[in-house]
T-cell receptor, first 114, second 108 residues
Framework: DAGITQSPRYKITETGRQVTLMCHQT?????MFWYRQDLGHGLRLIYY???????DKGEVPDGYVVSRSKTENFPLTLESATRSQTSVYFC?????????????FGSGTQLSVL | AQRVTQPEKLLSVFKGAPVELKCNYS??????LFWYVQYSRQRLQLLLR??SRESIKGFTADLNKGETSFHLKKPFAQEEDSAMYYC??????????FGTGTSLTVIP
């Protein structure tokens, strides 16, 4: 679904640098999520947001910061990148609840920290 | 705490054979359960949700609250079913938790 886009698609950075991954959705969904995908761990929730200016920690928030000043944007920042943060990052937004509940995913950002 | 467990990282079946991808969950409330799929070079997408009791692409999944399981089944696997499958849980805290995923390969 083109309604949720992530950038950049690929990123290489060095240990200690700050990196920001962008996520933009066009549906005005309230809930947005950031996951990292690693072999053997599957998808792990980093942070999520219920609305603009409302964010909360997920399972693995350490080393990450998020903000949500506008409903459509949910950037994820690695304040001081470490090699353990090499991963594929997925942003998602949620539509509806109950029977209509569905997550829409971006195409992912492949991040390598050298 | 691991809320969603998928015991098989890799699963291979022959075309036409039945397939079952296992999922067990741990949650004290009443979760919503889902299966998401990621085909090669495509985005993660919803396959089916337990509340709809639907069959998508021949797949079904029954929620067994006694065994806390939500296994995904298909009677006759097709080559196009080869993909990564994730079991997911949505809890009362509005968080979505995923399992570790099962990579399914259907052998021609």
């Amino acid at each position: 679904d083109a309604g949720i886009t992530q950038s950049p698609r690929y990123k290489i950075t060095e240990t200690g640098r700050q990196v920001t991954l962008m996520c933009h959705q066009t549906w005005s969904h309230s809930y947005m999520f950031w996951y990292r995908q690693d072999l053997g761990h599957g998808l792990r929730l980093i942070y999520y947001s219920a609305a603009a200016d409302i964010t909360d920690k997920g399972e693995v928030p350490d080393g990450y910061v998020v903000s949500r000043s506008k409903t459509e944007n949910f950037p994820l920042t690695l304040e001081s990148a470490t090699r353990s943060q090499t991963s594929v990052y997925f942003c998602a937004s949620r539509r509806g609840t109950g029977a209509n509940e569905k997550l829409f995913f971006g195409s992912g950002t492949q991040l390598s920290v050298l | 705490a691991q809320r969603v467990t998928q015991p098989e990282k890799l699963l291979s079946v022959f075309k036409g054979a039945p397939v079952e991808l296992k999922c067990n969950y741990s949650y004290s409330g009443s979760p919503e359960l889902f299966w998401y799929v990621q085909y090669s070079r495509q985005r993660l997408q919803l396959l089916l949700r337990h509340i709809s009791r639907e069959s998508i692409k021949g797949f079904t999944a029954d929620l067994n609250k006694g065994e806390t399981s939500f296994h995904l089944k298909k009677p006759f696997a097709q080559e196009e079913d080869s993909a990564m499958y994730y079991c997911a849980l949505s809890g009362t805290g509005n968080q979505f938790y995923f399992g570790t995923g099962t990579s399914l390969t259907v052998i021609p």
